[in-house]
């Protein structure tokens, strides 16, 4: 399963404080490295959840380690979110709930196609077009056989 997002790349996102809480189930002052990774990994499995269905997933990094800018910025969002869930703090509450909410009705439009996915992204399957025009029958009429 991919991982589209780094403890690192929350910094700044989330007081240092309230994240080693919200990684500290233990009260021991310190982070589980292992609990983030299964957030972060969860947060991303949601995002090629809902895109997968219009483009190839896992998303692969560029030749500088870099994901695509919406698949990053999607996951920091929805890990943070996470974290906040964890400590307790109800969604009406939660900073990231309804930018959260944004990112995965957006998903929803780019997986149906009512919304375009950032070009860098290679769709599953080409597109594929229909041309069809009307028949061009002549009706015969009132044609009496014997």
Known sequence: ???????????????????????????A?????????????DAS??????????????FQPDENGNYPPFVFNACKKL??????????????KNPFTKECDTFRDLMNKMALGTVPIDPSIQRKDPSASIISERARTVPRGNIISC
């Open 1 to 27: 399963m991919s991982q589209y997002v780094q403890q690192s790349d929350l910094s700044g996102l989330i007081p240092a404080e309230f994240f080693t809480q919200a990684l500290d189930d233990v009260n």
């Open 45 to 58: 499995g949601v995002i090629d959840g809902l895109l997968g269905t219009r483009v190839s997933v896992p």
């Open 79 to 92: 890990v943070a979110e996470q974290l906040y869930k964890r400590r307790g703090i109800a969604d009406d």
């Open 29 to 41: 002052g310190v982070i589980d490295n292992a609990l983030f990774t299964k957030i972060a990994t």
